[in-house]
Nanobody, 122 residues
Framework: QVQLVESGGGSVQAGGSLMLSCAVS????????MGWFRQAPGKEREGVGA???????SYADSVKGRFTISEDNAKNTVYLQMNSLKAEDAGMYYC????????????????WGQGTQVTVSS
C-alpha cells in the first residue's frame, strides 16, 4: 500500500523560498515516477514536475529555473525546492506516484497525497 504525505507548505512573500517534502511509504512500481502537482482555487490541477527512478527530472515551463525536485532514497522522501516564488505559484501542492513507461515517460499517477497549502503574498 502506497502512502504519500506532503509537508512544508506555508505562507511566504513573493520572491521567497519554500521546500516541500513528500514522505513515501511504499513503491508500487519497479520503475516509477514521483510527481508534484498544484491546484489554485478555481483552476485545474497542473503538473509542476517529476523525478523518475533514474533520477531524471522534468519541469513545467512556468517553474523551470526556479523549482528543483530531488529525492533522498535513504529517507524515502521527495522534495520540491521552490525559489523566487510568485503569486501565481500559490495553491495546494500534491505529490503523486506512478509508473514510468518503457519510454521513460511519466504519464499517469495512481497514488496521491493529501496536499499541502502554499500561500504567496505580494
Amino acid at each position: 500500500q502506497v502512502q504519500l504525505v506532503e509537508s512544508g507548505g506555508g505562507s511566504v512573500q513573493a520572491g521567497g523560498s519554500l521546500m516541500l517534502s513528500c514522505a513515501v511509504s511504499g513503491y508500487s512500481y519497479s520503475t516509477y515516477c514521483m510527481g508534484w502537482f498544484r491546484q489554485a482555487p478555481g483552476k485545474e490541477r497542473e503538473g509542476v514536475g517529476a523525478i523518475d527512478s533514474n533520477a531524471s527530472t522534468s519541469y513545467a515551463d512556468s517553474v523551470k529555473g526556479r523549482f528543483t525536485i530531488s529525492e533522498d532514497n535513504a529517507k524515502n522522501t521527495v522534495y520540491l525546492q521552490m525559489n523566487s516564488l510568485k503569486a501565481e505559484d500559490a495553491g495546494m501542492y500534491y505529490c503523486a506516484q506512478g509508473p514510468m513507461d518503457d519510454r521513460g515517460r511519466c504519464l499517469s499517477f495512481g497514488y496521491w497525497g493529501q496536499g499541502t497549502q502554499v500561500t504567496v503574498s505580494s
